[in-house]
């Protein structure tokens, strides 16, 4: 065994490889099999196979073993336009829907009081749902918001489940630029489940305002991605 020496992305590699050549249902060799074949332990095995399943490549059924899947649809864009996910959908032919969705009004908490520009006592909304692609959930998103912009009317008569989008369509507030912080972070309890991963699955995560045209904060949002859906790219300049 070269268990130790073998790195967890030469294991990526080479299952990559080995899924690449494998058509949709085709089913992979047994895990003691592979195991030997890759020069892994089981459990090494294991922990990459299970970001293969998260990504919808493989999938495992109980006492059958694990079958190739067809490589899912890829929402791919570039960061320098802010667009919906379903937006994004809608320009490669999939269909995507809102999952579980929840409608929150409470006091802000200091870091949004902070982050939106509101007094102490001031309340917000925050808007939370899952989007699903093909059944699954894909992204889930959470935005916060100055309590008096959305009425619950807003949200159940014309939200389909992009707040850009509502606003967009209303031309009110009228919007200008976002500013997003991207970064990868593990699965805690409550995502895993929304997503159906294991805790301490890698997830991409997005940070960002959105501001009107007087610089004013409106949304403060947090978006979780499940890798292997997304792809985004940034065109960059090239400095001197």
Not at 6 to 13: M, P
Not at 126 to 141: F, M, P, T, W
Not at 175 to 197: D, H
Request: hydrophobic letters at 40%.
């Amino acid at each position: 065994m070269k268990d130790k020496n073998t790195s967890a992305q030469n294991i990526q590699d080479n299952l990559t490889e080995l899924i690449k050549g494998m058509n949709p249902g085709d089913k992979l060799p047994s895990e003691p099999i592979l195991a030997k074949q890759l020069g892994v332990s089981r459990a090494t095995l294991r922990e990459a196979m299970r970001t293969f399943e998260t990504q919808g490549l493989i999938f495992r059924r109980q006492g059958s073993g694990t079958f190739i899947m067809q490589p899912p649809a890829v929402i791919e864009s570039g960061l320098e336009v802010l667009e919906s996910i379903e937006t994004l959908a809608q320009r490669i032919g999939l269909k995507v829907s809102m999952g579980d969705f929840q409608i929150q009004r409470r006091k802000a908490q200091p870091q949004e009081v902070k982050e939106i520009g509101l007094e102490k006592e001031n309340k917000v909304l925050q808007v939370s749902r899952a989007i699903l692609a093909e059944g699954k959930a894909v992204a889930y998103l959470i935005d916060i918001l100055p309590d008096e912009l959305l009425s619950d009317h807003d949200l159940t008569t014309e939200f389909g489940g992009s707040i850009l989008d509502l606003f967009l369509k209303r031309g009110n507030p009228p919007l200008k630029v976002s500013r997003c912080e991207i970064n990868t972070i593990q699965a805690n309890s409550e995502l895993a489940k929304i997503f159906g991963i294991q805790r301490g699955d890698a997830l991409l995560m997005f940070t960002a305002w959105l501001f009107t045209i007087s610089g004013k904060v409106i949304d403060y949002s947090f978006s979780y991605f499940l890798p292997g859906y997304f792809r985004f790219h940034v065109i960059r300049r090239v400095g001197q």
